[in-house]
């Protein structure tokens, strides 16, 4: 397709079809309803070879470098730069974000599928290598953001449960309620 144009006019084309790419999948993710971004979905669960998180922290030492990239937040977006509440609610919707984040750069990397389809190998590896790096570093960050919000909900709800049942043994039975 584009392998006869001169690389200039490839390159172009190339930057006009990933932001298009880029866009349409962004504009899939904000309009998509949240049980669709579900952390019990297949592509959210933990893989073995993560180690609970483990894999993020000791091999790609996800700390040092983690807050140094950007982060989108749009009109009345949810920021994940840090937590605003530690209710099982509120943790439940940034894991869910955490989710939607994922779904999004990893959809994003899909686009590597076109560059391969429309360009020459050489021009297909360079952009999907730009594509990938522009891309996995953002889905490693869900993850092990995700991995942390899970073991600290576990938490709370642990110490929540106890709180509950001791109000539920010490409240006075209202006689018209039974």
């Not at 933990?46 to 790609?60: A, I, M, N, Q, T």
């Not at 989108?72 to 977006?77: A, E, F, Q, S, T």
């Not at 560059?115 to 050489?122: A, G």
């Not at 995700?146 to 642990?158: A, D, E, G, P």
């Amino acid at each position: 397709m584009l392998r006869d144009q001169p690389i200039l006019n490839v390159l172009l084309i190339n930057i006009l079809l990933g932001a298009a790419w880029h866009y349409i999948v962004f504009f899939i993710c904000i309009t998509l309803k949240p049980g669709f971004f579900s952390e019990n979905k297949k592509m959210y669960l933990p893989h073995k070879w993560e180690r609970g998180g483990k894999f993020y922290s000791d091999v790609l030492k996800i700390r040092r470098w983690k807050d140094l990239l950007p982060q989108h937040i749009g009109k009345d977006g949810f920021s994940k730069d840090h937590l605003d509440d530690i209710s099982a609610e509120y943790l439940d919707e940034f894991i869910m974000e955490t989710c939607r984040g994922e779904w999004d750069h990893i959809m994003n990397c899909l686009f590597f599928i076109v560059l391969f389809i429309l360009d020459p190998p050489p021009v297909a590896l360079f952009l999907s290598a730009m594509l990938f790096a522009g891309n996995l570093p953002f889905a490693a960050i869900q993850r092990y953001n995700r991995f942390r919000l899970q073991k600290l909900r576990s938490t709370i709800r642990r110490r929540t449960l106890p709180e509950v049942i001791e109000n539920c043994n010490t409240a006075p039975v209202n006689a018209d309620n039974r």
